[in-house]
């Protein structure tokens, strides 16, 4: 096995031949020199050319400000470390090392396919620093420069880790328990919303437009996800991100490609938890328990980053263990199969396609939540279970609630009846032989209920601000006159500065869920302002 360069063309499969272990294009208004990489264990070619390259760059352009005493990220120096590293463990491990795979921290010779993910990592931290060690050693012996401290070294060998195997500049941003939401407004413009609601800019997480849209390819490319286009005839990209953060991106539609990050705070949540966070009362939670053991259908609706994910995690955390459970996603954002609350859980994501488009007007090998619904009914399901509905998707959501299983969804809707208008709205796209009147019958004769959510931000006597979300109406849903269509009745709330609390409405197909633990003198104690408090 040999570590020299070479000069044939990389295979596809090989990583040295994805953009993040690329270095990046030459840019307008950019000095690039002809560096090249030495051969592995050569003397301190790498740092010396960078150093140079860097001289004639804007500060700005290859490193990141560190805050307090730490030195800052020389980004353009990581590039070539990561480039380094990349192709070590690709002659150690060959071409296939980014699949599924993690060793001990001896750095020996092994297949990626005999080493499992973690195994991989570790394999991978070995050979960083080994990087950086014979690197230091080089730059002090030719005397160009010093040595870096114990705190200096972790730090560029954790970028350099990030740079191989998880994503690059954008990590810390992810790992910011702080976060809650990243936005990308083009490459130098990055800011955080955090969990209070403000919002403070940060460093940036690309040196231009162009190395951010490449990063967003690598992206939607890799293996670890459902690939996914994103081009100048596919503008868009919705995917899920290792460790669970949901990415929104565009680019050639809008002035600069445009990133939306959405950290998911609460991946395993219970009612009790909304009910301490001041979110729902208890007798809400308890109805809602009780609905879900009962099999009915429900919507969580309310507007974007309310919520309703959480909420719908925690609702199906009263399903019992023993249920076998599908889940049908555009992106996966449910995580059902990770919560540990059920033994059987098959979650199935649709797959976009990137072939040519067919005669049906679909692209090569996509495939959508009715495929997948239709395909479920042979896998001994108790609940289909279908997550965000944006549009047409809206069907699958019918036809998994009229199979009688308790199906649970969520939507976008700034109350209850608005809710329901906007799936008439979503059922209406599916083309002109559904109208108002078909989307209404189907609609009222299968969702059981609305769960409406709402979120604020509050500003504190002391200055600061508080982000708070709660349940502010829940209604059940039934057919009603024909003009209508459909009949709420408010069981709880509306409310539009605190929890939805009982409202005494109360239909006798309520009163049947005692025998799924509805306590109905819990809810009449709250109706008649003997109960809880917010």
């Known amino acids: ?105 001896a750095v020996t010779p092994r297949r990626a396919v005999d080493l499992d993910r973690d195994e991989q990592e570790r394999y991978g931290w070995a050979v960083i620093h080994d990087v950086l060690k014979e690197h230091t050693a080089d730059v002090v012996k030719a005397g160009t420069g010093d040595a870096w401290s114990g705190a200096e070294q972790a730090r560029m060998a954790q970028a350099v880790f990030d740079a191989v195997f998880r994503l690059g500049r954008l990590q810390p941003l992810i790992d910011d328990d702080r976060a ?172 976009p396609g990137m072939g040519e488009i067919g005669a049906d007007g679909r692209a090569a090998g996509a495939f959508d939540l009715d495929e997948a619904l239709n395909d479920s009914f042979r896998f001994a399901l108790d609940r289909q279970i279908v997550g965000e509905i944006r549009g047409r998707e809206v069907w699958t959501m019918i036809k998994a609630m009229e199979s009688g299983t308790g199906s649970l969804s969520t939507t976008h809707a700034a109350g209850a009846e608005a809710a329901i208008r906007k799936l008439v709205t979503c059922a209406m796209e599916a083309g002109g032989h559904v109208n108002r009147d078909l989307a209404l019958e189907k609609l009222s004769g299968c969702l059981d209920v609305i769960v409406q959510l709402n979120r604020r931000v509050v500003a504190m006597p002391d200055g600061s601000q508080q982000l708070r979300r709660w349940v502010s109406e829940v209604v059940v849903v039934e057919p009603g006159e024909r003009e209508m269509g459909y009949s709420l009745t408010h069981l709880f709330g509306p409310s539009s500065a605190g929890p939805a609390r009982a409202t005494g409405l109360m239909s006798e197909r309520c009163r049947d869920l005692t025998v799924d633990g509805f306590d109905l003198d819990l809810y009449q104690a709250e109706a008649d302002g003997r109960g809880w408090r917010a």
């Open 1 to 105: 096995m040999t570590s020299q360069p070479s000069t044939e063309p990389l295979p596809p499969t090989d990583p040295a031949a994805l953009p993040l272990f690329a270095d990046p294009p030459a840019r307008p208004g950019r000095i690039r020199g002809d560096f090249s990489l030495p051969p592995l264990g050569a003397g301190p070619a790498v740092l010396d050319e960078v150093r140079r390259r860097r001289s004639v760059l804007s500060p700005a352009a290859t490193t990141t400000p560190a805050s307090g005493d730490e030195a800052p990220i020389d980004w353009e120096l990581v590039r070539a470390f990561r480039t380094v590293v990349a192709g070590r463990l690709t002659a150690a491990l060959g071409g296939d090392w980014r699949q599924d795979v993690t060793a001990d921290a």
């Open 180 to 351: 809650e939401n990243i936005f990308i407004l083009g490459h130098d413009r990055v800011l955080l919303q955090l969990v209070d609601g403000s919002r403070v800019q940060v460093d940036p997480v690309a040196d231009s437009n162009e190395e951010l849209v490449d990063f967003l390819r690598f992206l939607a490319n890799r293996s670890e996800s459902n690939p996914r286009p994103f081009s100048e005839s596919t503008p868009r990209l919705h995917l899920k991100l290792d460790g669970g953060a949901r990415l929104a991106a565009t680019a050639w539609v809008t002035s600069s490609p445009t990133v939306v990050v959405r950290r998911h705070r609460h991946k395993v949540d219970t009612l009790a938890a909304w009910v301490d966070r001041g979110c729902m009362t208890p007798a809400c939670a308890d109805f809602l328990a009780a609905a879900v053991r009962g099999k009915w259908s429900i919507v969580v609706a309310g507007p974007m980053s309310a919520g309703k994910t959480t909420l719908m995690r925690a609702l199906c955390g009263q399903i019992p263990r023993q249920e076998v459970l599908g889940t049908f996603e555009t992106e996966y954002e449910l995580f059902l199969r990770e919560t540990g609350h059920h033994d059987v859980v098959v979650d199935w994501e649709a797959r």
